[in-house]
């Protein structure tokens, strides 16, 4: 059965911290992992990783996938209380008529000032 | 450009009772999504439609119907509501079912009484 694990489940930072959350996954006929943040409302894109070890980066965040270890790790550095969210993972596999993208349950992050 | 817009954002209904919940994006779409989130649980698909015209079951579609009205509209009808569809509903897009990078509304939050 396909699953995607993230942990933790639930983080407490201070500001100027640096964070790893981690997502590990079991997909059939695995395609990409994306990395969501959401915050209030609605989920919103952050990365799409294909390739093993390519580190791709957006300001303070940046991800990489091992696709042998099945798992992915997200960093933010020098966190905000804006970054204050709940990062999802999925991970989307190739199927027969549907290319299915499983989501986990989330990590839930909060910085204190 | 809205990007992916739900109605409505808050619904309380009676156990039986029927609702409509609509979704629009004006991204020029062609796959859209119906999926609902719950505590501990990500999010989970409850029926797509690869393209006008066509809709498939989720993972977790009974109790549910939907309707591709056109490219830019996909609606998610509950016919009978349980307390057990409690629930926020997000509505995504995404350019093919090739292309797992969604885009999703603000959600619509559904508490059944």
């Known amino acids: 059965e396909d699953k995607v694990v993230q942990s933790p489940l639930s983080l407490v930072v201070h500001e100027g911290d640096t964070v790893t959350l981690n997502c590990s996954y079991e997909?059939?006929?695995?395609?990409?992992l994306l990395w969501y943040k959401q915050e209030k409302k609605a989920p919103t894109f952050l990365f799409m990783l294909?390739?093993?070890?390519i580190e791709k980066k957006s300001g303070r965040l940046s991800s990489i996938l091992d696709k042998k270890e099945l798992f992915s790790i997200l960093n933010i550095t020098a966190t905000q209380t804006g970054d204050s969210a709940v990062y999802l993972c999925?991970?989307?596999?190739?199927?027969?008529?549907?290319?299915?993208?499983?989501f986990g349950p989330g990590t839930s992050l909060s910085v204190i000032p | 450009n809205a990007g992916v817009t739900q109605t409505p954002k808050f619904q309380v209904l009676k156990t039986g009772q029927s609702m409509t919940l609509q979704c629009a994006q004006d991204?020029?779409?062609?796959?859209m999504y119906w999926y609902r989130q719950d505590p501990g649980m990500g999010l989970r698909l409850i029926y797509y439609?690869?393209?006008?015209?066509?809709?498939d079951k989720g993972e977790v579609p009974n109790g549910y119907n939907v309707s591709r009205l056109n490219k830019r509209e996909f609606s998610l009808r509950l016919e009978s509501a349980a307390p057990s569809q409690t629930s926020v509903y997000f509505c995504?897009?995404?350019?093919?079912?090739?292309?797992?990078?969604?885009?999703f509304g603000p959600g619509t939050r559904l508490l059944v009484l």
């Open positions: 999925a991970v989307g596999g190739m199927g027969t008529s549907y290319d299915k993208v499983i």
């Open positions: 997909v059939t006929n695995f395609r990409s």
């Open positions: 294909t390739s093993s070890g």
């Open positions: 991204m020029n779409h062609n796959s």
């Open positions: 995504a897009s995404s350019v093919g079912l090739s292309r797992q990078t969604q885009y």
């Open positions: 439609s690869a393209s006008e015209g066509t809709t």
